[in-house]
């Protein structure tokens, strides 16, 4: 490439320059000195040499004087040596000498050459090392020095084929057939050219964060045996400005020279988020040539020359239109949560790599997690096992899984126990939120209450468990959920007559469960099955959801609507903990001396009261 030899040329000049500033220092200090054959004496010598009449020529410089000597006559070694001094103040220097009859001139040396060279150079010289130190660094990339700039990062990992399998992703049978079908295209691309069937270019795999989808797509890699390409999203969107669109159109080139092959685009939404949408409002010009690169890359080969687009984002709604065309990613896989039974081969894969004690079934734990991403799980597995570490313990039992699921759902405990009032309010609270769950039908079963403040902020906690994955919530397993949520609330309410700031969560939690319930499940027999809530998912995972234009009238109604839901809610909760006071007082008796309850544990308080279980 010339920008190379450019390159090239422009540093030898470099080392021209440095070769022709020490030459001159060597003129200046060394060898013109030595030609001049000057000799330096003291001042004092200088008027001896004067008052003796022994000077024949002087010459006065701003800082020195050089003069010559005629010498006795009987020295005719030097026959006319030259000599200078260091100029000292000196006001009768030139009555003196205009006494002497010598000769005199004054003399103004005009700077020496590497004088003036230095003067400007030396100042500059150290910007200059600092900027070619900086450039050899940059170069340091690549074989093209600063100018492989774009070079993809995926060079650095191409030929590097993936060691994982799908024996490393638990819980993803479903998702791993669909990929059989991109393996045998990888392994035998001719089978599928013979018969002029076409695979879709780019897979896109969706689903939530941890779910294993940067794991699957390495292992479809591994599986094919093919080299894997992977670049993230955001680190397209750290480059500088231009080098995106350069980047994508490197990745390909090297791909395409290596096919059979899959490039991998991990969080494609940072690059690929719709150009219209409400985020682009301040629109970012350099993702936009990115895409847009992306998109002429993947009309610009077929399909059928062995290489294969994987991407992966948890936000397929903020993608780009044009990303999804056929064409392009139009096969789309969900990666789910992991089912009771995929959270046990997660459990189990993870697990193999830990010394496990007898005492441990990872069947239970599978039963408990429901909602655990398989990352979840990875780290529920290593946070264990450190628990295990600090006890010094040789294997991880299973109160270390118990205080790890702990751990991950409410944060790390704080040993810092709450007292006095605060520990019974506490107490109260959760015993309201345990018992109302305990009471009604539909809800999660409890797993644990606990007045043990967490290190996200809470002061207690009581843990629900799922007993199935649940999918579809009836409006009576909602109104139920709400009751739950505002238990807590509900039990202050009643033994203290006041309500404290510890509820705010959980009225801001059933308040969104009210609206989405009102705007988007159409549970309200006022408003209709009717969405008032704004485009699916324009709301990033549940967030805020931005509701369309509604008419004031409308707004009103789904605010009268919210209310009557929590005010319902409220009553419900209410009018348990009034008919079963006697329980809530039990259980919060319980809690403030142990602090940490088994659901169990209320079940226990609950039927030895003898009032009636069920409400
Ligand atoms: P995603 O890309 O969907 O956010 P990752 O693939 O990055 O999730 O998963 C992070 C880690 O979690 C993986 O490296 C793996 O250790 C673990 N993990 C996630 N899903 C699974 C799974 N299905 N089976 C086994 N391990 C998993
Ligand atoms: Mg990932
Ligand atoms: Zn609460």
């Not at 010498?71 to 200078?84: Q, V």
Request: proline content about 4%.
């Amino acid at each position: 490439m010339d920008s190379n030899l450019k390159l090239k040329t422009r540093f030898s000049f470099v080392y021209v320059i440095i070769a022709f500033l020490a030459l001159l220092l060597l003129q200046e200090y060394v060898i013109g000195p030595l030609v001049a054959g000057e000799e330096e004496v003291p001042y004092s010598r200088f008027r001896q040499d004067l008052a003796q009449g022994l000077i024949d020529k002087v010459t006065v410089e701003p800082e020195r004087i050089v003069y010559s000597v005629t010498g006795p006559e009987d020295d005719t070694e030097k026959a006319d040596p030259r000599l200078k001094a260091v100029r000292i103040e000196d006001r009768d220097l030139v009555r003196d000498l205009v006494d002497a009859g010598v000769e005199f001139q004054a003399h103004t040396p005009s700077k020496s050459v590497s004088g003036q060279v230095f003067g400007w150079i030396l100042p500059i010289l150290p910007f200059v090392v600092i900027w070619w130190f900086l450039m050899k660094r940059m170069g340091k990339g690549g074989p093209g020095g600063m100018m492989s700039f774009g070079k993809s990062k995926a060079t650095e990992i191409s030929g590097e084929m993936s060691t994982v399998t799908f024996a490393d992703v638990g819980g993803a049978d479903e998702v791993e057939v669909e990929l059989k079908e991109i393996i045998d295209f990888l392994n035998h691309p001719d089978r599928f050219a013979k018969i002029g069937a076409k695979l879709p270019k780019g897979i896109l795999l969706v689903g939530p964060p941890g779910t294993g989808k940067t794991l699957l797509a390495k292992a479809t890699a591994g599986e094919a045996g093919v080299p894997f390409f992977s670049i993230s999203g955001s680190e397209f969107v750290e480059m500088f400005v231009g080098v995106g669109a350069s980047r994508v159109r490197d990745l390909f080139d090297q791909a395409k020279a290596k096919a059979p092959c899959i490039i991998f685009i991990d969080e494609i939404d940072a690059i690929g988020q719709s150009r219209s949408g409400a985020m682009a409002v301040k629109s970012n010009d350099e993702r936009e040539q990115t895409l847009n690169q992306l998109l002429y890359e993947m009309d610009g080969f077929d399909a059928n020359e062995g290489v294969v687009i994987m991407a992966a984002t948890n936000r397929p709604e903020v993608l780009d239109k044009a990303l999804l065309r056929a064409g392009r990613f139009d096969r789309q896989i969900v990666v789910p949560l992991p089912t009771e039974k995929g959270r046990l081969q997660i459990l189990q894969i993870h697990a193999a790599k830990v010394s496990l004690a007898q005492d441990v079934e990872l069947d239970k734990l599978a039963q408990i997690t429901t909602g655990f991403s398989g990352a979840d799980l990875a780290n529920l597995v290593n946070e264990a096992a450190l628990l295990a570490v600090r006890r010094g313990a040789q294997k991880v039992t299973m109160i270390d899984f118990d205080l790890a699921i702990e751990r991950i759902v409410a944060g790390l405990q704080r040993d810092m126990p709450l007292e006095g009032d605060i520990r019974a309010k506490v107490a109260f609270h959760e015993g309201g939120h345990a018992l109302v769950s305990h009471l009604l039908p539909l809800t999660d079963k409890v797993h644990k209450v606990s007045i043990i403040p967490t290190s996200r902020g809470a002061l207690g906690f009581t843990m629900e468990m799922p007993e199935e994955d649940r999918h579809l919530m009836s409006k009576p397993a909602l109104e139920q959920r709400l009751a739950v949520m505002l238990g807590g609330r509900a039990a202050e309410l009643l033994v203290f007559n006041e309500t404290s700031t510890g509820a705010s969560n959980d009225l801001e939690r059933a308040t969104d469960l009210a609206r989405r319930m009102v705007t988007e499940f159409g549970m309200s027999e006022a408003l209709g099955p009717v969405r008032y809530a704004g485009p699916a998912g324009s709301g990033y995972l549940g967030g805020q959801v931005a509701t369309r234009n509604l008419s004031p009238d409308i707004e009103n109604l789904i605010d009268a609507e919210i209310r009557r839901l929590l005010d319902g809610a409220h009553e419900t909760a209410l009018e348990l903990l009034t008919t079963h006071e006697t329980d809530l007082r039990e259980i919060a008796r319980v809690l403030q001396e142990e602090e940490v309850i088994s659901g169990e544990t209320v079940s226990e308080i609950v039927a030895e009261t003898g009032e009636s279980g069920q409400g």
